[in-house]
């Protein structure tokens, strides 16, 4: 499956909300992390769940799928690791 660098930054995003112990992540997390409007968040969470990365729950945030985690992880580690080379 082809994902978009935006796609991607939102998946790392939406991570890296998860990875603090939160059970989902909202809208307006996931907006101030980006920097963008909750709108803009709202239309690439519909574009993630139809991609089957990542499942919205209306007034209950957004959670990553198996596969959504999986990609996401792997983009992660991949960036820290070119931070500990760098």
Do not use: C
């Amino acid at each position: 499956m082809k994902i978009s660098k935006t796609e991607e930054n939102y998946l790392k995003a939406i991570f890296s909300i998860l990875e603090k112990g939160k059970p989902s992540a909202s809208t307006n997390s996931i907006s101030q992390k980006m920097s963008t409007s909750a709108a803009s968040v709202t239309d690439m969470v519909k574009r993630l769940a139809k991609k089957k990365l990542a499942i919205h729950e209306s007034h209950k945030g957004v959670k990553l799928t198996k596969e959504g985690n999986k990609i996401a992880t792997m983009l992660t580690r991949k960036h820290r690791l070119w931070e500990v080379f760098l």
